[in-house]
């Protein structure tokens, strides 16, 4: 990971706790406030834009999202790309967990000095991936008619503003075979599939 990587993400840990929350992006009309006074993240203004963020994302919003963006440490192009990502790759009964790991792979491929790019885009769609190595979801006929949900929104930009389930930069493979040097996760599905997350066989080049 770069250095500036890094000071982005330590910059925005303060987002964390209200972007954790970020399920419907809005709070029903008659929600209660929180209890005891305590502090209301839809009066935050960083919640403001994170719900801007995905709102613009989930309408296909341009405009709003590089509005969002300005104010956010991450782009629209980043949080679309992705979310469109996890709901072409999501498995029939994933957890919100199993939609975290499988996006995590990408945000390793962004920092990874193995793979070329630095953006979602760039890595979804490297024309020099490895045989085995590129992500097979993007490159399905609906690609382009997929409908993002607030969940795979909210989900693409928790991963992009720094959280993480696996914690392990070198986990940079997905697929449903598993790598001849073995696995690390298996994320199983209701259909009776599995999806497996494989590490690195080079992980002499991540120092």
């Known amino acids: 990971m770069t250095l500036s990587r890094i000071v982005a993400?330590?910059?925005?840990?303060?987002?964390l706790m209200v972007l954790a929350s970020y399920k419907y992006v809005e709070r029903d009309a008659d929600e209660p406030l929180p209890p005891d006074g305590g502090p209301d993240p839809l009066r935050e203004?960083?919640?403001?834009?994170?719900?801007?963020?995905?709102?613009?994302?989930?309408?296909?919003?341009?405009?709003?999202g590089y509005e969002a963006?300005?104010?956010?440490?991450?782009?629209?192009d980043d949080a679309q790309l992705l979310?469109?990502?996890?709901e072409a790759v999501r498995r029939p009964g994933w957890s919100d967990n199993y939609m975290m790991m499988a996006g995590e792979v990408v945000i390793n491929r962004m920092g990874s000095p193995e793979f070329a790019g630095t953006t979602v885009r760039d890595v979804l769609f490297d024309p020099d991936a490895p045989q085995g190595a590129a992500f097979d979801a993007v490159r399905i006929p609906w690609w382009d008619d997929i409908q993002i949900?607030?969940?795979?929104?909210?989900?693409?930009?928790?991963?992009?503003?720094?959280?993480?389930?696996?914690?392990?930069p070198l986990i940079v493979y997905i697929g449903q075979t598993a790598k001849p040097w073995g696995y690390?996760?298996?994320?199983?599905?209701?259909?009776?599939?599995?999806?497996?997350?494989?590490?690195?066989?080079?992980?002499?080049?991540y120092g």
């Open 9 to 15: 993400v330590l910059a925005i840990i303060g987002l």
């Open 45 to 64: 203004e960083s919640y403001k834009w994170v719900s801007a963020m995905g709102e613009a994302v989930v309408a296909g919003d341009v405009e709003a």
């Open 69 to 76: 963006a300005r104010h956010l440490y991450l782009t629209y």
């Open 83 to 86: 979310a469109r990502y996890l």
């Open 149 to 168: 949900s607030r969940r795979a929104a909210g989900i693409a930009m928790r991963l992009l503003l720094g959280e993480s389930v696996l914690h392990d």
């Open 184 to 205: 690390e996760r298996t994320l199983p599905d209701n259909d009776g599939g599995c999806t497996y997350l494989c590490r690195t066989a080079h992980p002499e080049v």
